[in-house]
Antibody, heavy 123, light 104 residues
Framework: QVQLVESGGDVVHPGGSLRLSCAAS????????FHWVRQAPGEGLKWVAA????????DYLDSVKGRFSIFRDNPKNTFYLQMNSLRVEDTAIYYC????????????????WGQGTMVTVSS | DIQMTQSPSTLSASVGDRVTITCRTS??????VAWFQQKPAKAPKLLVY???SLENGVPSRFSGGGSGTDFTLTITSLQPDDSATYYC???????FGQGTKVEV
């Protein structure tokens, strides 16, 4: 079955940490870049972070730089988002998504999405 | 940063109508635009990529067009199942548009 499954969402206090996971099954994993996208309650989509197929290149939304870190474990077909120093404004559903392009130095649209995991930052 | 301006924010139309959603970017991004459909409590679904390529399994009543800074998603013969929010995205730096809620 072709799918991405997120886990790790929870309720945390401001300043806390969480690690989100995205496990892939039934799809090509190690040759594709992957992304995290979030959606605050009642709001639109916002791209958060990207990681290249081999983990050598990473990119982040300005507001999460220095606080969030994306990494991957290709043998486990899983990638992650480590979120530190969480803020109330980080509250959102976090989706993982696969970049349609497979291979080095390319990117394309997000063709496969997970179901989302909820992160709530509240005191 | 590249800005994406999507319009209209909401759209109400009838079954069988043709509707067009527009996205304008703040700089030329070639053909690197995608369109997504999102229904309540569901993940986004890719409809169109590289401006005009239809993703596998997407009905042919959906089509994308444009180039440079102006892009469109057109739905011909609108169906009740098309009620959803639609987002454009440019994947030069992955910015999304603000979304268009379509009510059928």
């Amino acid at each position: 079955q072709v799918q991405l499954v997120e886990s790790g969402g929870d309720v945390v206090h401001p300043g806390g940490s969480l690690r989100l996971s995205c496990a892939a099954s039934g799809i090509s994993f190690s040759s594709h870049a992957f992304h995290w996208v979030r959606q605050a309650p009642g709001e639109g989509l916002k791209w958060v972070a990207a990681i290249s197929y081999d983990g050598s290149n990473k990119d982040y939304l300005d507001s999460v730089k220095g606080r969030f870190s994306i990494f991957r474990d290709n043998p486990k077909n899983t990638f992650y988002l480590q979120m530190n120093s969480l803020r109330v404004e980080d509250t959102a559903i976090y989706y993982c998504a696969r970049d349609k392009c497979g291979g080095a130095d390319c990117h394309d649209a997000f063709d496969i999405w997970g179901q989302g995991t909820m992160v709530t930052v509240s005191s | 940063d590249i800005q994406m301006t999507q319009s209209p924010s909401t759209l109400s139309a009838s079954v069988g109508d043709r509707v067009t959603i527009t996205c304008r970017t703040s700089q030329n991004i070639g053909s690197w635009v995608a369109w997504f459909q999102q229904k309540p409590a569901k993940a986004p679904k890719l409809l169109v990529y590289r401006t005009s390529s239809l993703e596998n399994g997407v009905p042919s009543r959906f089509s994308g067009g444009g180039s440079g800074t102006d892009f469109t998603l057109t739905i011909t013969s609108l169906q009740p199942d098309d009620s959803a929010t639609y987002y454009c995205q440019q994947y030069d730096d992955w910015t999304f548009g603000q979304g268009t809620k379509v009510e059928v």
